[in-house]
């Protein structure tokens, strides 16, 4: 089983800041690899896949890096909006299809 | 549009079984292979199990292997997901996923349409 890490569990930033979210593979996933914003009480909404390729309606200010083991999620200026937990998902090795614990985005 | 709706979420005792279904529209439902994924109160994202879209193959995730059976019925466009041996650890909000792209292309398993899930409780 493919386990993926995410780093920071919380990460507090300011509106307008920019911010970087880790998600860490124990082995290759290729370019496999998807993200997940998810608000309270809601369903989780797809960002990313491919680890580059932003879904349909996403915002530019969100966008997806990495290949193989590290890949990054970056949120170029945070809108209020944007405060939820983010999640990477890897579907290079399944199954069992794999998530990351997540990322809390916070208000400082 | 795509759209997705659980039902069959309860609160059950452990041991107990329960059906949860899900009513799929907007898309030609036979042709997309399918997903559980679930949520543990105040916890991340687990997926369950998938069923190809001609209900050829299957799939589990170890914790509910043995004890969880996903069928479809592509007559009614709809998803399914058996789940016997009830426990406490199967508390969780269940949702119905479609997988990103249909039929053999069962390898982009991501997720861009989700129901808003059922609530499933095991507890005495």
């Known amino acids: 089983e493919v386990v993926m890490t995410q780093s920071p569990v919380t990460l507090s930033v300011s509106p307008g800041e920019r911010a970087t979210l880790s998600c860490r593979a124990s082995q290759s996933v290729s370019h496999n690899l998807a993200w997940y914003q998810q608000k309270h009480g809601q369903a989780p909404r797809l960002l990313i896949y491919?680890?580059?390729t932003r879904a349909t309606g996403i915002p530019a200010r969100f966008s997806g890096s990495g290949s193989g083991t590290e890949f990054t999620l970056t949120i170029s200026s945070l809108q209020s909006e944007d405060f939820a937990v983010y999640y990477c998902?890897?579907?290079?090795?399944?199954?069992?299809?794999?998530f990351g614990a997540g990322t809390k985005v916070e208000i400082k | 549009q795509v759209q997705l709706v659980e039902s069959g979420g309860a609160v059950v005792q452990p041991g107990r079984s329960l059906r949860l279904s899900c009513a799929a529209s907007g898309f030609t439902f036979s042709n997309y292979g399918m997903h559980w994924v679930r949520q543990a109160p105040g916890k991340g994202l687990e997926w369950v199990a998938i069923i190809f879209y001609d209900g050829s193959n299957k799939y589990y995730a170890d914790s509910v292997k043995g004890r969880f059976t996903i069928s479809r019925d592509n007559t009614k466009n709809t998803l399914y997901l058996e789940m016997g041996s009830l426990r406490a650890e199967d508390t969780a909000i269940y949702y119905c996923?479609?997988?990103?792209?249909?039929?053999?292309?069962?390898?982009?398993?991501?997720?861009?349409?989700w129901g808003p899930g059922t609530l499933v409780t095991v507890s005495s």
């Open positions: 491919g680890a580059s």
């Open positions: 996923v479609r997988n990103f792209l249909g039929q053999g292309r069962i390898a982009a398993a991501y997720f861009a349409h």
């Open positions: 998902q890897q579907y290079d090795n399944w199954p069992p299809l794999t």
